[in-house]
């Protein structure tokens, strides 16, 4: 292999990438963990050591429990709608012979990504008014009885999950659909000559041969529904009614800038990423047997 | 959910599923995915005593620009969206700045812990970035960045390790024998860069400044903490003062003319970029 | 443009210059023209009045334009008493609090001591004669622990607003106005089975179940600030409040969709602040009638009240005295003139025409009106989030109110410990 030579560029090159990671990526990190032992004084300016009394106090807390539940609802229904529901209509499109069909159908599906959180925030608390809302002003022109919506204990947090979904679904299916195009056309004949049907062939070399494009969207989407929900959290519901809706960052985030207590706010960032990378040592693992490196 | 129209796969194969029902399927899911939006479209032109009456019709029946007119009354809309081109121009060029060198670096050069050294860049992919957020908070607070679009701006930057792995895909397409060729000619490691990769590589740069720009144009949380002032916010947290401002009422007209002003300049790069971003995941080779 | 920048960076260093670089300079170029800086001290005014013509921004005009050598700078941040406090709290630990801010009554202690928000009289040889415009009622309720905490701005208290349109259509009579919710809960019944319209919707908050709590009998926080929400009064008021959901009179939802839906014309009547009249009517074309709060029957009536006040923040003499100054204007007739055309209630001494459609809150202003509640203590702002969380548990069904407000107590009673 080819590589260039030069004795100080290649160091030259990464630092600036090397020092940006370092000091807003790495060391915040490493300075919430000793945050998380601190009560911040803003009036005197001052660090008071609390010991693990920010984390006693984080996990004694019933909200940050039904916070923690939460977040695991939502990891459990969105990591596999946002991987499947993509991969079916990614399977779909390849099967849609028209190049300009294709094109539009994945430039509209695209679109909601690029919608930022607080305009998808609220235009679906337009579609969810139960006064004069879309959803309900259907509903109800059908004969159906109207629903509370964002105001129901019940249904907030599915009414989050669902804008989250339409906000997050394009962009797998785009890699899908990106990784699928990909895969060399001799292999899918030489599958076609022995007689597998679509199901076989999706099952048995389609889906093996994107594995790590489904293993990265599966680390990401688990970040996405970690971290960006809050947005969507934040316009549609502020987490209510009573925390029905709210989420583990959602809950930093008040105790943080809603109550200023910074202290148990990073013990509770010290546990999101005790949880994340729990999460990505398990898919790692998960992965590790199937997915297919070409 | 509305939301999730899910076109269901056949018990048995593809050899049943005609052309029409896959059509019909992505068509479905096509709807359910733009609807939203449309219907904020027709709110946004519909006047604001109308959005008061129920109504199903998708074509506002008196079509008006006067929400727009007002929502740059009722809020200073016009700071936003500048706020919001400022935030994201600078975010986007910054990490272009950063991205690109790192990028070629680990494409083309052999050095020590280069391995390693681009884990520790990709590894922050992993990491969420709200575990960064109150020691970054208390530091911008303490440099006296709060309230100012540098606040926003700088350490948004660190989040590039996307932007280097994406990069250091394409730049590896660039063929080894134009770099020799290059070098050969007593190019220097800059000059190979800029004139050979660079310009070899102009659609992947080009799609990831585009992502980069409309994910700073979206970013919520981080400028939603540190911009306060009603006229430095940008326009997707000034969205949600409008949203939830009891004092003005609910203006839904003005607030979704808002929402368009927002969206528009998102769509219109997406639609010219489009082609790019996804010729360039399809050769990202994303795995 | 770029001389502007250069000489801002030279007066306001690095933050100036980065404003100027940022916001300030896309604002200079889209309004034309650079923020207006004087000589003279310059204050900052935090609040979260929006609107170019809003009262608030027409009295820090009015303040300026009187050039007494200070300049008070609007800095509208927001929509929430937390949202401007986080700017306050990010203003201080940075050195630089601003001088004067809109405070929420429920967070005067919070303002105290953690942002440590001055006395009004030790700011100032000026400070007990700007309270001498005040109702003494009123300086009782922006003093914490002795210390007077601000000026009383906006006081407002939770009225009835009923949809006169829909009354009528329901064959109810316009002069009998219900003065209990007894009587209330049975006219809106038949206004709901008259009209179809919905019949009523409360806020979902600590505010409008404290007015039930103590038109009860009851108290949320003793006068010792300790929890007591779960007294047989405040369960007997509670139940009142809840009837209305039980009876089929009223679907909980969030306080902007009861706003839309009254201004939708969906709704019969709501209980909300009495400062938003003026925007429902600018926005609505059916008649309008607020009624005082009513009471529960055979219980002697104890309506509270809400709003902010304007705390002194600022930490040198000079800031002080430049937002006594401010102040100072605030209590006098003009600026409080101004200011009554939002809605808000009238804490001064001055005789000022009452503004149309405003005799209930009035009325319930000349009755007595408590204070917010104060939620003491580090952890106050925790407490007052834990108990709203426990009302909506109770509204939503999902606890009873005997175990409900107990839930609330016993974590109120922990946090404020």
């Not at chain 1, 009414?159 to 989250?164: G, H, K, N, T």
């Not at chain 2, 620009?65 to 121009?89: C, D, G, K, R, T």
């Not at chain 2, 948004?156 to 060729?181: M, N, W, Y």
Request: proline share 5%; aromatic share 10%.
């Amino acid at each position: 292999m080819f590589a260039l030579q030069g004795r100080y560029a290649a160091w030259l090159f990464i630092a600036p990438a090397m020092i940006a990671v370092t000091v807003f990526i790495y060391l915040p990190m490493v300075l919430n963990v000793g945050v998380s032992f601190y009560d911040w004084n803003v009036l005197r300016n001052e660090f008071s050591w609390k010991g693990v009394e920010n984390y006693l106090s984080t996990l004694d807390n019933i909200d940050f429990r039904s916070a923690a539940v939460n977040t695991a609802i939502y990891l459990a229904v969105l990591v596999p709608a946002q991987m499947l529901i993509p991969l079916v209509l990614a399977f779909l499109m390849l099967r849609v012979r028209n190049r300009f069909a294709v094109r539009t159908y994945r430039g509209i599906y695209f679109i909601p990504t690029i919608v930022s959180f607080s305009i998808a925030g609220v235009v679906w608390l337009w579609m969810f008014n139960p006064i004069v809302g879309f959803l309900n002003t259907l509903l109800e022109s059908m004969g159906f009885a109207g629903h509370r919506w964002l105001s129901d204990p019940d249904m907030a947090l599915w009414c989050v999950a669902a804008v989250s979904f339409w906000k997050g679904f394009g962009l797998n299916l785009i890699l899908y659909a990106a990784a699928l195009v990909n895969i060399p056309r001799e292999v899918i004949e030489a599958a076609e000559l022995d007689g597998a049907g679509a199901w076989t062939r999706a099952r048995r070399i389609e889906v093996p041969m994107i594995s790590p494009t489904l293993f990265f969207t599966a680390v990401t989407t688990v970040l996405i529904v970690m971290d960006e929900i809050v947005g969507v959290v934040d316009v549609l519901t502020e987490g209510g009614p009573y925390n029905s809706s709210s989420n583990l960052v959602y809950f930093l985030y008040e105790r943080a800038f809603r109550q200023f207590n910074f202290g148990e706010a990073a013990a509770v960032a010290t546990l999101i990423i005790a949880i994340v990378a729990f999460a990505t040592w398990l898919q790692f693992r998960a992965f590790e047997r199937y997915v297919h490196y070409q | 959910m509305s939301t999730t129209s899910r076109p269901r796969r056949r018990g048995a194969p593809g050899r049943l599923v005609s052309a029409g029902v896959i059509h019909a399927a992505l068509l479905v899911a096509a709807v359910v995915t733009l609807f939203p939006l449309i219907w904020m479209f027709t709110t946004a032109f519909t006047p604001n005593e109308l959005t008061f009456r129920r109504n199903l019709g998708l074509l506002p029946s008196q079509p008006t620009f006067a929400n727009f007119v007002a929502a740059f009354q009722i809020q200073p809309v016009a700071h936003w969206l500048m706020n919001s081109l400022i935030v994201s121009v600078a975010i986007a060029a910054g990490k272009m700045l950063v991205a690109i060198p790192a990028a070629f670096a680990f494409a083309h050069f052999r050095f020590r812990f280069r391995d390693w050294l681009f884990a520790v860049i990709v590894g922050t992919m992993t990491i969420p970035y709200v575990v960064t957020l109150i020691p970054t908070y208390i530091a911008v607070v303490k440099l006296d960045l709060y309230n100012t679009l540098a606040g926003v701006i700088v350490p948004s930057i660190a989040f590039c390790g996307f932007a280097i792995f994406f990069l250091r895909q394409s730049f590896k397409i660039v063929p080894t024998e134009l770099l020799e060729a290059a070098v050969i000619d007593g190019a220097g490691p800059l000059r190979a860069l800029v004139s050979i990769v660079i310009p070899n590589s102009l659609p992947a740069i080009a799609s990831l400044t585009v992502l980069s720009f409309l994910s700073a144009w979206n970013l919520y949380l981080w400028p939603h903490l540190i911009l306060n002032d009603s006229e430095m916010k940008t326009l997707s947290i000034g969205l949600k003062l409008f949203a939830t401002n009891q004092e003005q009422l609910q203006q839904w007209g003005p607030l979704m003319a808002t929402a368009v002003l927002g969206l528009l300049p998102a769509l219109t790069i997406f639609a010219f970029a489009q082609r790019y971003i996804m010729d360039a995941f399809v050769h990202s080779g994303i795995k | 443009m770029i001389r502007t920048a250069v000489s801002s960076k030279a007066r306001l260093g690095r933050r100036g210059a980065l404003r100027v670089a940022g916001g300030g300079a896309a604002a200079a170029v889209l309004i034309g023209s650079g923020p207006a800086r004087s000589a003279n001290a310059s204050i900052d005014i935090v609040h979260f009045f929006s609107g170019a013509d809003h009262p608030m921004e027409l009295v820090i005009k009015a303040f300026n334009q009187k050039n007494l050598g200070v300049t008070a700078v609007s800095r509208q941040e927001g929509t929430t008493y937390e949202a401007i406090t986080q700017k306050a709290m990010a203003g201080i630990a940075a050195g630089r609090p601003p001088a004067v801010m809109t405070t929420g009554w429920k967070l005067a202690s919070f303002a105290k001591h953690t942002l440590g928000a001055q006395d009004i009289r030790g700011a100032g040889a000026d400070g007990n004669a700007v309270l001498e415009n005040y109702k003494p009622d009123v300086i009782k309720m922006v003093t914490v622990d002795g210390a007077v905490m601000g000026i009383p701005w906006a006081l407002s208290t939770p009225v009835l607003y009923i949809n006169m349109d829909h009354w009528k259509a329901a064959g109810l009579d316009p002069a009998a106005i219900p003065t209990t919710v007894e009587d209330l809960y049975v006219k809106l019944a038949q206004l709901q089975q008259k009209t179809g319209k919905s019949a009523l919707a409360y806020e979902v908050n600590e505010w409008e179940p404290q007015a039930f709590i103590q038109n009860a009998g009851g108290d949320v926080l003793d006068s010792g600030g300790k929890p007591v929400m779960d007294s047989p009064a405040a369960i007997y008021g509670m139940e009142k409040f809840v009837e209305a959901k039980t009876k089929g009179l009223w679907k909980p939802i969030g306080l902007g969709e009861m706003l839309t839906a009254f201004q939708a014309g969906a709704l019969g009547a709501m209980v909300t602040s009495s400062a938003r009249l003026s925007g429902i009517k600018a926005q609505t074309a059916f008649e309008i009638k607020l009624a005082k709060m009513p009471g529960l029957e055979g219980k002697a009536r104890r309506m509270n009240s809400g709003g902010n006040f304007l705390a002194i923040l600022a930490r040198n003499k000079e800031q002080q005295a430049a937002a006594l100054q401010f102040l100072k204007f605030c209590a006098t007739p003009e600026a409080m003139k101004l200011w009554l055309a939002t809605g808000y209630l009238n804490t001064t001494k001055h005789e000022l025409p009452m503004p149309a459609g405003q005799e209930a809150a009035y009325a319930q202003l000349a009755d007595g009106l408590t204070p917010e509640t104060v939620w003491p203590g580090a952890r106050g702002l925790e407490a007052l989030k834990v108990h709203i969380d426990w009302i909506s548990r109770i509204v939503n069904g999902s606890a009873t109110v005997a175990n409900g407000l107990k839930g609330s107590k016993d974590a109120v009673a922990k946090l404020l410990a």
